[in-house]
């Protein structure tokens, strides 16, 4: 949950800072709304949790991935209008906010991983990943109206690290989990 509420939050913060984009309303209505957002999906959650129960929600685990997959996947299409025709129009602007996606993705999985190695690999490997995987559509949701076209092209293009990375983390994630080490300096035990 708290991966959910910081990583959009900061988007803006980074979108103002290494962008140089404008964000129209006040820093502190983003996270707000988004505090909505988040609560009534943890209640609605909860809700879900206690009617099917915990048994029968674990049976149902691949139906439900699926399910998300799909919706995950509407949602990416839904996000990602528009990008064509910018990145036709601007190419030099749109590899600019990839790159800072790819970087800010990067940057949430090593903090992530980093400040969570005292509870374990595997854990600290899970909350970077969490950390980092984010989905941004969310911000498009609680800035409505008011984001701009660069704020939205930034929302879309950093799915593109949340989607990719992990194909290239999978090869990594597992050597470190299976305790080989990579270097020296390799995460600790």
Sequence with gaps: M?????????LPTVALILLDLEIPIAPE???????????VALII???????????RLARARVELD?????????????VMA???????SDPPGVALIFAVA?????????????LFLPAGRE????????????NYALLLAVLG???????????????????????VQRPLYRRLLSGRALTRGNLVK
């Design 2 to 10: 708290l991966c959910i509420l910081v990583a959009p939050v900061t």
């Design 29 to 39: 209505v983003p996270g707000l709304r988004l505090a909505g957002v988040v609560a």
């Design 45 to 55: 959650g909860v809700v879900v949790r206690r009617l099917a129960g915990a048994e």
């Design 66 to 78: 699926g399910a998300f997959s799909i919706v995950f996947g509407i949602v990416a299409i839904a």
């Design 82 to 88: 528009g990008m064509r025709a910018r990145t036709e």
């Design 102 to 114: 790819c970087a800010v993705h990067i940057a949430w999985l090593v903090g992530g991983t980093l």
């Design 123 to 134: 854990a600290a490997l899970a909350v970077g990943l969490n950390t980092a995987a984010r």
């Design 145 to 167: 109206a008011s984001a701009t076209a660069e704020v939205a092209a930034m929302a879309a293009t950093v799915q593109l690290p949340m989607c990719l990375l992990p194909l």
